[in-house]
């Protein structure tokens, strides 16, 4: 049997280690996942802010539309859309490739805006005209509208039970929608302007952030009705639930606090200082990381939930104000 010569068999020893080197990185690649990212709307600047969560840092900021406001993030479609108050339109992103992708004309004042989990329909409230525009995003189009209350605000969709929830601002109502027949349900009487709301991860209980009596209502979705009632700080705007269910977080605008709900005994178990005239709040997928998003002063306070400190604050945009779900 011919044998190789030294450099012969050094020269294929070193393409063997290439070869698995090369495929070790690849496979590394592959089963890399994108950290997640925040999605801050500044309404004031009309752009995005864009925050890796995994470095707590900025690293992007996308142009909009006109005053954007509202945030909604498909969690396994790689699509945000964003609200334009003042444009009466939304605009879809592609989240991988961190680009503009359409605008869609709605009308009217457009503020809240939700979608299901793969991105497929967008709800979308206007302000003015009492209605949700329901919208087909591969088509790009209005493919029907609901009349709710007056005013609607934030909404939740809830995919397992196919339901829809809207908070009617000035009919001090939370409405649940069937999103098959698209009837409504239940019309519920709540605190005094409702504006934000938040879902527990069991679907079992909503949360409705009434603004103008500064308290939460607690709503239990298979009754259809006001369980209690919790008092928080002045002027809420938004609330998150803990992925686990355990905890509620709320902004209060007028005192620029985070209040802490305890839901096993529904108390509020602490009270954290944010940035000026907090508004959107959500929490990042482990629970580890609340974001808040402040309106007065333009920036995100990330808060640590072991420790309900302060981890860090970003400089976002001007009116920093995220309603909805904005982390991915």
């Known amino acids: ?55 707590q840092q900025v690293v992007n900021t996308i142009a909009i539309g006109n005053r954007p406001v509202g945030i909604a993030i498909s ?19 592609d989240t991988a490739l961190m680009q503009v992708t359409a605008h869609i004309l709605v009308g009217g004042s457009p503020v809240g805006i939700a979608t299901n989990n ?18 087909d995003s591969k088509q790009a189009k209005i493919i029907s509208t609901i009349a709710v209350g007056k005013s609607p605000a934030g909404m939740v969709v ?58 939460v209502s607690v709503i239990d979705t298979q009754l259809g009705k006001v369980t209690r009632t919790i008092n928080v700080g002045e002027w809420p705007y938004c609330a998150v639930v803990s992925p686990d269910g355990k905890h509620v977080y709320v902004t209060n605008q007028d005192d620029s606090t985070i209040s802490v709900i305890d839901t096993v005994n529904p108390t509020i178990i602490n009270t954290i200082d ?40 970003l400089t976002t945009g001007k009116g920093s104000r995220a309603f909805g779900q904005f982390i991915q």
Request: hydrophobic share 40%; aromatic share 8%.
């Open 1 to 55: 049997m011919p044998t190789l010569s030294s450099s012969v068999l050094i020269k294929a020893i070193l393409q063997k280690i290439a070869f698995f080197v090369v495929f070790g990185v690849l496979l590394i690649a592959c089963n890399t996942e994108q950290p997640p990212y925040a999605y801050i709307t500044n309404q004031l600047s009309d752009d995005l802010s864009v925050i890796d969560t995994a470095n």
């Open 75 to 93: 969690q396994t479609g790689n699509l945000a859309f964003i609200s334009n108050s003042e444009g009466q339109d939304i605009t879809i992103i």
């Open 118 to 135: 793969d991105g497929s329909k967008v709800y979308v409230a206007d302000w003015y005209q009492h209605k949700i525009s329901v919208i």
């Open 158 to 215: 809830d995919d397992k039970n196919h339901r829809l929830y809207v908070a009617n601002r000035d009919d001090n109502t939370v409405m649940i929608i069937d999103t098959d027949s698209q009837q409504i349900l239940h019309a519920i009487t709540v605190g005094t302007a409702p504006f934000g709301l938040a879902l527990s991860p069991d679907g079992n209980t909503l949360y409705s952030v009434n603004v103008r009596s500064s308290d």
């Open 274 to 313: 944010v940035g000026d005239s907090p508004e959107g709040i959500d929490i990042t997928a482990d629970g580890k990381f609340v974001y808040v998003a402040n309106w007065g002063d333009g920036s995100v306070s990330i808060i640590n939930t072991d420790t309900y400190a302060i981890e860090k604050t």
